[in-house]
């Protein structure tokens, strides 16, 4: 077992493999950017659980796990539906698709494309907004990672078709420990609309995903972000999505976690320009013996912006979630409206939820509320079905369904909502809705 | 001929205060009764406890629907079986559509019957005939289970229910409550439309007014737990006249 713990250890050594295997030629500024963040790694160290933010997530699975790069993976492709897609497999991009009518709206590169031929535009926005210097994953990531996509939305443009990186994990055949670090860098020019769909899956319970997303919104510009997580029950999944949002901008956000063992997802967003929204919408299954942690840090930066998070989780056998959910309202972010909402459904008595709000407040003129429920099926609603002949367990079933369809009703891109319906449905055992949905009603 | 429903000196506890303290009632199959009762009278406990709420506790007596004791039965058991009870507050469920309700319904009791599951089309041609009848949207599909309803649009959802699901005993809870008289005319309509030689419907209710639209073909007077009067319709008339006060009164003066 290595012992990599503590900060300052020789705590790079267990990355050795995958320092040798680095692009080479990188622009001056990567490399620093490199260097500064293995700096930063060794200095940090791995979170321990008297760091506050991560008090309810042991990370000992990752420190002391000897991780060898995960081998060139091969081109599966899982998704048919419309859509400027990205394959990235094994860390790598493998694929780039851009449908005639998206070509004039955006620039899609990988990073050997972005560092040799727009260095600049990388210099200016990559590795901006990710805070490396104070997350461990995030500075490994930055260390590590050998490829990335980089999407650019030019401005005033108005993407109908969603841009979806598919990101997936083929194990090696030895079952070996792998790890992979997925990156991405999606900048929304002035005044556009785009949905992003990130979509995880495959690995196995020696599979490691490490990832870091910067989202980049310029000034009204408007984007859609999903993230769908749905890889192997044992792999461990800490992906860090970072976003910053100008005046006037939105960003509505769809976090859901259907997958992975060890699972952090880190959402943090800085509300820079006034009258600036975002929205995080939260949904996370635990069973067996998964751990799914959300963690969401919104600076308010600015006056009059919006923030609004709803996160809602079901668990059942030993799964066990965790809500930490800090507001920050930095002085002068005059009519800050934010409010935070935490639900969870205990289907189990060794279901475990924990939820921790931290609001910080350094404006006077805001309205921040936090709220935290946590309960067991409702017996008015069971009744209600049970007297419509629909039998107790059919009418949990139901109301499990319906608690998670709360927030996938949201969600804008239609396959992204069918799929998960179908998948939700299927895993409380109910009757699809596909062939209702052929119906036309108005 | 047996008659649909027969309640036997029923006595209903709540949370360990007595409730019902004694009910006698007999509903004859095809007959269409009411109840009528002041404020906490027992009316609303006596309709839960028919459709079989849990934290109601029967201490004595007994229901027989059909002849069979209803108490041993589940809620869903008692549905499948053709008991359906018209909520005075139906229940909003968020997150499931009304159309995916209704399906989950109809299909739970044709299992039970032994009819095979509706198919989709089959499923929405049954459903435009019935919401045509109470004049409803077809929207309503679409939204989640009384979620956003309007009051009136919520106890039309009820009767909708109820004609899809074809009960053989109806039993209505204050469908009256928070209608306007238009709402009232609609629903109305809806229940007429279902009376039947085969059916029962208990209609319980505060106000004479609903049953100036559904016609009962007899009167009970449910005053502190116990069926006190019964009577032809006009006994709904009189009451409305003298009010409960009057009967409360006899009551008191017989006990003497």
Known sequence: MLETRGPGSKITQQWSAFLRGQPTQEPRFVVAARQAAEAAFSELGYPLRRNEDWKYTNVAAVAQTAWQPAPPAQLVRQFDWEAVRVIIANGRVLDVHVPPASANKLRIMNWHDASQKHADFLESYWNRTARWSQHTFAALNTMLFDDAVIVHVLPNQDLDLPVHVEIYQQANEQLEPQAVFPRILFVLGQGSRASLVESYSGGSERCFTCGVVELILERGAHLSYYKVQQEHPNSIHIVQAYARLAQQAELQAYIVSLGGGLVRNECDVRLEGECGSCTLNGLYLARGKQHIDNHTEIEHLAPACTSYELYKGILSERGHGVFQGKIYVHPGAQKTDAKQTNQALLLSDDAEVDSKPQLEIYADDVRCTHGATVGQLDEQQLFYLQTRGIGREQARSLLIYAFAEDIVSRIQVEPVRLQLEDLLLAEEGLPLERELRRLSLP | ?256
């Not at chain 2, 109840?35 to 009316?43: D, E, F, L, R």
């Not at chain 2, 106000?207 to 709904?236: C, M």
């Open chain 2, 1 to 256: 001929m047996q008659p649909m429903l027969e309640i036997r000196d029923l006595h209903v506890q709540v949370e360990g205060k007595e409730i019902l303290k004694g009910v006698n009632l007999v509903l004859p199959v095809g007959q269409v009764h009411a109840i009528m009762g002041p404020n906490g009278s027992g009316k609303s406990t006596l309709a839960a406890v028919l459709a079989g709420r849990e934290d109601y506790e029967v201490t004595q007596g007994e229901i027989l629907y059909q002849g069979r004791s209803l108490l041993e039965l589940d809620p869903e058991e008692r549905a499948r079986e053709g008991v359906f009870l018209a909520f005075q507050y139906p229940v909003e469920i968020p997150g499931v559509t009304n159309m995916y309700f209704l399906r989950a319904a109809v299909n739970a009791i044709r299992k039970h019957r032994g009819l095979p599951e509706l198919d989709a089309m089959d499923f929405l041609q049954l459903v435009r005939e019935k919401l045509r009848l109470l004049r409803m949207d077809e929207s309503l599909l679409k939204r989640s289970v009384n979620e956003g309803f309007s009051g009136g649009e919520k106890k039309r959802n009820e009767i909708l229910q109820m004609a899809i699901l074809e009960p053989k005993l109806c039993i209505m809870d204050e469908t009256d409550s928070g209608l306007d008289i238009d709402a009232l005319r609609v629903v109305a309509d809806g229940v007429n439309s279902l009376r039947s030689p085969e059916r029962s419907i208990l209609v319980i209710t505060h106000y004479q007014r609903l049953l100036n639209y559904i016609i009962p073909d007899q009167v009970h007077v449910l005053v502190d737990g116990r069926i006190v009067r019964s009577g032809p319709k006009e006994l709904a008339l009189e009451l409305e006249a003298k009010g409960y006060g009057w009967l409360e009164q006899q009551l008191a003066t017989s006990k003497l």
